[in-house]
């Protein structure tokens, strides 16, 4: 499956943006998703991940009650909404999928979108 990732910008922080990933393929309600972030000399971490039907999701820490990841299975995109933002939140924005199970490793992951750019000012 091949992903592309999009939404990412400059904005002031508290403002709000929504990412998202438009997948190929036709088996895309087959994949787990999810939404990493790497920032400047950090490790790429974990952010978001939605299990194939939409049903479960899961999120770091960090961002739990200011971020909500979704997918539309009927477009094969999944969207990462993102509230309340921070300058820490600053980073590029990847969506990864993978098979049967969401997991926060992002080495666990088999395919990748190019990442999007997001920057909060301050």
């Known amino acids: 499956v091949q992903l592309q990732a999009s939404g990412g910008g400059l904005v002031q922080a508290r403002a709000s943006l929504r990412l998202s990933c438009a997948a190929s393929?036709?088996?895309?309600?087959?994949?787990?998703m999810g939404w990493f972030r790497q920032a400047p000399g950090n490790e790429r971490e974990f952010v978001a991940g939605?299990?194939?039907?939409?049903?479960?999701?899961y999120y770091a820490d960090s961002v739990k009650g200011r971020f909500t990841i979704s997918r539309d299975n009927a477009k094969n995109t999944v969207y990462l909404e993102m509230n309340s933002l921070k300058p820490e939140d600053t980073a590029v924005y990847y969506c990864?999928?993978?098979?049967?199970?969401?997991?926060?490793?992002?080495?666990?992951?088999?395919?990748w979108g190019q990442g999007t750019l997001v920057t909060v000012s301050s």
């Open positions: 990864a999928g993978r098979n049967i199970i969401v997991t926060t490793r992002y080495y666990e992951y088999d395919y």
């Open positions: 393929g036709r088996t895309f309600s087959s994949y787990v």
């Open positions: 939605i299990s194939g039907s939409g049903r479960t999701t």
